[in-house]
């Protein structure tokens, strides 16, 4: 697993690089910093590799953070219990259509990160999600290819970024890399390679990676679409 998590970090360097490449380039349209978490709201998926990559973040914290952060942690799939009753360890999604996820995560949803700290920095930011490191500035490929078209309401007041040619890298390949190594993952870690199983930051923290029994789920499967 030692190798899949090097070239997880080498995936994500990739990303930051990108990010700080566009900071560097438009200071003047970029209002990301630290301390700023107005796009840390909310319920969203990751994979289970990015929970995985962050739960051994979390789990260097000391004992009495990680305590704080777990509270804030059950809260949450109590809440979540109500919509889905049967939502347990090991908190895969995938075992129900992306369109029951909506009522885990609905749009008015503005509840802090449970990994906030008080002083409104993430408290494993070195471990954070792909998703987390992309958010902020649109996503065009060095193609020309429009691969997210979105952006911080903070950013690019003034100016349109999609006219901003030092804001694209090459996102088809990074996404290609980033399915590749996912199918590795999962096939150390389940025994067959799988394309997409994911779960929520606040589930990802109570994952017990290494004590659960992975390879259970090898078939018949409970996650269905998730699997192949």
């Keep these: 697993m030692q190798e899949i998590l090097e070239r997880n970090r080498a995936l994500l360097a990739q990303v930051d690089d990108w990010f700080a490449r566009c900071m560097t380039a438009h200071p003047e349209h970029i209002a990301c910093q630290g301390g700023c978490s107005g796009c840390c709201r909310g319920t969203f998926d990751i994979t289970l590799l990015d929970a995985y990559y962050l739960k051994r973040g979390f789990d260097a914290l000391?004992?009495?953070?990680?305590?704080?952060?777990?509270?804030?942690?059950?809260?949450?799939?109590?809440?979540?219990?109500?919509?889905?009753?049967?939502?347990?360890?090991p908190f895969v999604l995938n075992y129900r259509?992306?369109?029951?996820?909506?009522?885990?995560?609905?749009?008015?949803?503005?509840?802090?990160?449970?990994?906030?700290g008080e002083d409104g920095r993430c408290l494993?930011?070195?471990?954070?999600?792909m998703t987390c490191r992309l958010h902020g500035i649109p996503l065009v490929d060095t193609e020309g290819e429009v691969m997210h078209d979105e952006w911080c309401t903070m950013n690019f007041t003034a100016v349109d970024p999609l006219e901003l040619p030092a804001?694209?890298?090459?996102?088809?390949?990074?996404?290609?890399?980033?399915?590749?190594?996912?199918?590795?993952f999962t096939q150390k870690l389940l025994g067959q390679r799988v394309?997409?199983?994911?779960?929520?930051?606040?589930?990802?923290?109570m994952i017990d990676f290494d004590r659960f029994d992975w390879k259970?789920?090898?078939?018949?499967?409970?996650?269905?679409?998730?699997?192949?």
């Excluded at 789920?217 to 996650?223: A, E, L, Q």
Aim: hydrophobic content about 40%; some cysteine.
């Design 124 to 129: 494993v930011y070195q471990h954070r999600p």
């Design 195 to 205: 394309s997409e199983l994911d779960t929520f930051i606040p589930l990802a923290l």
């Design 216 to 228: 259970r789920f090898n078939s018949p499967s409970p996650f269905g679409r998730g699997l192949g």
């Design 62 to 89: 000391a004992d009495e953070v990680k305590e704080r952060v777990l509270v804030k942690c059950r809260q949450r799939l109590t809440l979540m219990r109500q919509q889905w009753p049967e939502l347990d360890h």
């Design 97 to 116: 259509p992306e369109e029951d996820w909506e009522l885990l995560m609905p749009d008015e949803d503005e509840t802090p990160c449970v990994l906030l």
């Design 167 to 184: 804001l694209t890298a090459p996102f088809d390949a990074i996404f290609t890399e980033e399915v590749a190594l996912f199918r590795d």
